[in-house]
Structure formats: C-alpha cells, structure tokens
C-alpha cells in the first residue's frame, strides 16, 4: 500500500488508511494537508464480517484494491463480524460522514461502495463483485463527476 498506513485500533479489524506523511527534501506534509489530500478522494468501503461467504469470495480483489487503488482513494473497512467490531465501524462512519450508509448496509456484507468526496450518498454499490475492472471503471467514474 504505498504511501498509506493501516490504522487498526486494538483489536477491531476496522480499519481506515490515512496518508502517511510524505519527507521531501527535508520537509514534511502537515497532518491538516494529509487529511485534505484525503478528503478530496473518492471514498472505496467495504462492508465485511469474517464469516460471510461473500467477503471470502472477493478477498483477493479487495486486496487488489487496497494495495492498488490506494493512491486514487481512501479505502476503508466497515468490519461488522461482531458487535465490539460493529460498534467500532458505525464510529468510524460517523466520522467519514456515511453513517447513514452504514445504518442501511450494515447487515449486507459483502458490498462495496464508491462515494464522490463529500458525499454522503454511495454514488455505485457493487455485490461481491469478484472483476477488480468493476471497481477500476466504477472509481474512474466517479472521479469523472
């Protein structure tokens, strides 16, 4: 995942990437300008539980997408394979703004979503889509808008 570092608080396997900070000849990013940077990317989640069948079955592509799709947009995880689990995932929604998302989707594992930035509202939802050119032309999509 280049340029990105997983956050995984104790146990909970939700997880959101943040930009790392870049160090270019002797100067380094602020924290506020990491955070606008990624801000201003469209937004990958997918709704995952360790024992859903569907989230098996796209493991490999999420891992695609995680390692490279990373740099065109914040990926994140809205793990929901317990309520310890869960609990963390609608905060981690809150705070990217789709809690109502999260509200709706919630028991739906296996879906992935591609929000514009800002946006609330997933601007494509893909089911266990296994094709990573579904994502790829999905993301290419939004960033388009």
């Not at 602020?30 to 990958?44: D, F, K, N, W, Y």
């Amino acid at each position: 995942m280049k340029g990105w570092l997983k956050i995984v608080t104790g146990a909970v396997a939700a997880a959101a990437l943040v930009p790392a900070l870049a160090f270019a000849q002797g100067s380094a990013a602020t924290t506020a300008e990491a955070t606008e940077a990624a801000e201003s990317r469209p937004l990958i989640v997918k709704v995952h539980a360790d024992w859903c069948a569907k989230c098996k079955a796209i493991a490999p592509t999420w891992t695609r997408i995680e390692e490279e799709l990373a740099d065109e947009a914040r990926v994140v995880v809205l793990d929901v394979t317990d309520e310890k689990r869960a609990t963390e995932a609608k905060r981690l929604a809150d705070e990217l703004g789709i809690g109502e998302f999260f509200a709706q989707f919630r028991a739906r594992t296996g879906i992935v979503a591609i929000f514009e930035p800002g946006n609330p509202e997933p601007s494509k939802v893909l089911v266990a889509e296994k094709d990573f050119a579904a994502y790829q032309e999905a993301l290419g999509e939004v960033a388009a808008t």
